[in-house]
């Protein structure tokens, strides 16, 4: 299986500043992406996809994809108290329509 | 529209025990995954369903796992007899077709004593 990985963290941001999360997959014939959001103690929650290279954006939140680098991004402009969770980039790979990454936790100070 | 459905919602057993989880799909949904999560891990496939078919188990340990989907409705997951390594958080998602969203249901917090 091919993998997925995160910095898992905790990156710490102060509120209102830029929140850059990374993930890199060593699938190269992947053609979807997608970030998913978890809160402590909760089950995760689709926040963005992303299937073509560059960005995409959805309110604060920036997808950035670069497929010859096997690299997506997530930014969360503006970042509040509410965004502290963990982000899961999630690829399909082969057989399995998602392989997840460890997450990274995000913390925002106020 | 209701969402994913899972009970128990938490579990502790001994180990050697045998453990079982269920869910139910959101209505309309032909797909449904099993996914174990252990603590500082992402979620990791364990098995997925089309209707009552299974499409991929190759990830699940058949020697203690097993699943079912008889009615192409709800499943149940099964652990038999259960190790300590087992205990995780069990998510149950499902999914209208193969390129929409899986929805994720809140998860059974199992811990093997």
């Known amino acids: 299986q091919k993998e997925v990985e995160q910095n898992s963290g905790p990156l710490s941001v102060p509120e209102g500043a830029i929140a850059s999360l990374n993930c890199t997959y060593s699938?190269?014939?992947?053609?979807?992406f997608f970030w998913y959001r978890q809160y402590s103690g909760k089950s995760p929650e689709l926040i963005m996809s992303?299937?073509?290279?560059g960005d995409k954006e959805d309110g604060r939140f920036t997808a950035q994809l670069n497929k010859a680098s096997q690299y997506v991004s997530l930014l969360i402009r503006d970042s509040q108290p509410s965004d502290s969770a963990t982000y899961l980039c999630?690829?399909?790979?082969?057989?399995?329509?998602?392989?997840f990454g460890k997450g990274t936790r995000l913390s925002v100070i106020a | 529209e209701a969402g994913v459905a899972q009970s128990p919602r938490y579990k502790i057993i001994e180990k050697r025990q045998s453990v079982a989880f269920w869910c139910n799909p959101i209505s309309g949904h032909a797909t449904l995954y099993w996914y174990q999560q252990i603590l500082g891990q992402g979620p990791k496939l364990l098995i997925q369903f089309q209707n009552n078919g299974v499409v991929d188990d190759s990830q699940l340990p058949k020697d203690r796992f097993s699943a079912e989907r008889l009615k192409g409705v709800d499943s149940t997951l099964k652990i038999q007899p259960a190790k300590l390594e087992d205990s995780a958080v069990y998510l149950c998602a499902s999914q209208r077709g193969t390129q929409e969203t899986q929805y994720f249901g809140p998860g059974t917090r199992l811990l093997v004593l």
């Open positions: 699938d190269r014939v992947s053609q979807s």
């Open positions: 999630a690829v399909p790979s082969g057989n399995t329509p998602l392989v």
């Open positions: 992303i299937y073509s290279n």
